[in-house]
């Protein structure tokens, strides 16, 4: 094979890990809270999981996904 697969950019951005963070503690900080038995805590950890997608999501539109303007990958 001559022609090697081109890396597609499996979200390696700024707005993608800025999302996935955001959405990690929220699931975490939940879990904590679910194992000390904290419901009202368990709920506002969740709300972190939209705001991160939500996040991404504008920094995506704002330049800083895989194919904006203002994000440029490290070379290999």
């Known amino acids: 094979m001559t022609n090697p697969i081109a890396d597609?950019?499996?979200?390696?951005?700024?707005?993608?890990?800025t999302a996935v963070v955001i959405m990690l503690?929220?699931?975490?900080a939940a879990?904590?809270?679910?194992?000390?038995?904290?419901?009202?805590?368990?709920?506002i950890s969740l709300v972190?999981?939209?705001?991160?997608?939500?996040?991404?999501?504008?920094?995506?539109r704002a330049g800083y996904g895989v194919k904006g303007?203002?994000?440029a990958p490290k070379a290999h």
């Open 8 to 17: 597609p950019g499996h979200g390696h951005s700024p707005a993608a890990w």
């Open 25 to 28: 503690v929220g699931v975490a």
């Open 31 to 43: 879990t904590v809270a679910f194992c000390f038995e904290q419901p009202v805590l368990v709920m």
């Open 48 to 60: 972190l999981v939209p705001i991160g997608a939500v996040a991404g999501w504008v920094l995506a």
């Open 69 to 71: 303007p203002k994000y």
